[in-house]
């Protein structure tokens, strides 16, 4: 829908720098006396050459020809959600500001608010980029938040609506489908090669402005936003507003390195700070989504910070670098490890560890239950350890249909497997947690956060098991859930 807009509390300051352009023109004259013309002599002007040591000036690049080959595959994304699922004091465009961090709330309401359609329902836009022919398509995952209903525009006006197969609130990604074929599609680049300074183009729909084409240069790498540790987003000065969340972010040869998904703007919109997801990271949620129906990211179960030179010098560190643990999660994957509060990480599989901020994507992209090799500092010497990587606690990702498709199934919910901290909080062997409800099942009273135990007196062992067992069934089915400390049988008829 939006791009999701963040603010510091810094008093920022900004420089304006100002080019004069000098032109100098050269006029014919004429000489006139009073009795005759005469010609004024010529005088031949001698060639000026160069200085040697002075370089030729670049010319600006030329983005006609990348958009006229990739531009086709940038859609126009928009969608409708019940306004009555969103409550009063949020949202004034759609999203449920629960959903965001703190911080990040206020700015919201200084966005334009979008068309409502009656007064049930809200619309949004976004932008996004087809990845392959046969209609695979990547946005945000706040672009599709919550929406019952969305609908994909291609550059040739045809317009389809899209399933959400999947999205991930962690990296905020989403990957949606439409019925199509023989489509443009995009090329992926890698991240990893492009520089600060280099040129990058951005399209989407800002405010609703269909494929709307921006410039500008990469500002920075690696950057960390308040909130998104888990992400190294690429900080642009392109022209990014919102409605432009979710489309791509290419370099000079036609490839996305990114997926633009915020801005820092104290009026709303366009101030120079744009953020865009690497599209590496991207990718990895995609083949979650496609392949396993959800994503996972690994947890190390630490609370890190920043070393300052005044803790390098206290630890005995020759520089300040790594990312010291304040505190280690009870009987999480650090501390089965051997880490300590106090402990100085220094290396992570291998690589280095120079910010705290280095530390938290490196870990979630890794798969859980995956072993990992750490390096610490500790008592003025480097320590070598080994952890096996638990699964992050994210309730925010979810892979599943939208609303709108969940409505149309005999029971109506998207659930997921319970981790192995949920079970134990919960205490109970298993079940399926349940991250959305429509139809039947929400018209029987079953909820969001609810934990289904069993189907028709059957424990459910997982995902697809809890599909038999609901196909199974006939007119109606029992479903026992575990709601906080209580648990309760809920008859739903099924459609």
């Given amino acids: 829908m939006q791009a999701r807009n963040f603010r510091r509390s810094a008093v920022a300051l900004a420089i304006a720098g100002a080019f004069t352009v000098g032109v100098m023109t050269a006029d014919r004259v004429s000489l006139h006396q009073a009795n005759a013309a005469v010609s004024p002599p010529t005088v031949a002007t001698p060639a000026v050459s160069a200085p040697a040591n002075v370089a030729p000036v670049a010319a600006l690049p030329d983005f006609s020809g990348l958009v006229e080959k990739y531009g086709p595959a940038v859609v126009n994304i928009s969608v409708i959600a019940d306004a009555r699922r969103v ?33 049930g329902l809200m619309r949004g836009v976004g932008s996004g980029f087809i990845l392959s022919p046969d209609g695979v398509i990547l946005s945000n995952a706040h672009v599709v938040a919550n929406a019952d209903e969305v609908m994909v525009k291609l550059t040739d006006r045809r317009e389809f609506k899209a399933k959400v197969l999947g999205s991930d609130k962690t990296t905020d990604i989403a990957v949606l489908k439409i019925d199509a074929s023989n489509l443009p599609s995009v090329k992926i ?19 609703g402005f269909e494929n709307t084409v921006t410039a500008g240069i990469v500002s920075a790498k690696a950057r960390t936003l308040p909130e998104d540790s888990y992400v190294p987003f690429i900080q642009t000065d392109a022209a990014v507003n919102p409605g432009n969340s979710g489309g791509p972010l290419f370099n000079l040869k036609g490839e996305v390195i990114g997926v633009n998904s915020q801005i820092f703007s104290r009026s709303g919109g366009f101030q120079g700070l744009a953020f865009a997801v690497p599209i590496d990271i991207a990718m990895q949620v995609e083949d979650q989504i496609q392949h396993h129906g959800k994503v996972s990211h690994g947890k190390l179960g630490v609370t890190i910070q920043e070393v300052n030179q005044a803790l390098a010098q206290n630890f005995g560190l020759k520089s300040p670098a790594g990312a010291l643990v304040s505190s280690v999660q009870k009987d999480g994957p650090a501390a089965k490890a051997g880490i300590e509060p106090g402990d100085v990480i220094t290396k992570f599989n291998g690589r280095d560890i120079v910010r705290s901020a280095d530390l938290p994507p490196l870990v979630a992209s890794v798969k859980p239950d995956s072993r990992v090799t750490l390096e610490v500092w500790r008592d003025g010497k480097s ?58 099942a929400a018209r029987a009273g079953v909820r969001p956060g609810d934990v289904i135990v069993a189907v028709n007196n059957t424990p459910v062992k997982s995902a697809e098991h809890f599909k038999e067992l609901v196909a199974k069934s006939g007119k109606a089915v029992a479903l026992l859930v575990q709601r906080q400390d209580a648990r309760v049988f809920i008859p739903v008829p099924l459609g």
């Fill in 383 to 440: 320590k070598d350890l080994t952890a096996t990587v638990g699964a992050l606690d994210d309730k925010a990702t979810l892979a599943a249909n939208s609303k709108a498709d969940l409505g149309k199934g005999r029971l109506g919910v998207a659930v997921r497997p319970l981790s192995a901290d949920e079970k134990r909080e919960a205490d109970i062997p298993g079940g399926l947690l349940v991250e959305d409800v429509a139809g039947a």
């Fill in 87 to 119: 409550s009063a004091g949020d949202d004034d465009n759609g999203f449920d500001l629960g959903d965001l961090p703190p911080q990040l709330r206020p700015f919201f309401r200084n966005l334009p608010q979008l068309p409502r359609q009656g007064q």
């Fill in 189 to 207: 680049g890698d991240p990893a090669t492009t520089r600060v300074g280099e040129w990058v183009v951005a399209i989407g729909q800002p405010y």
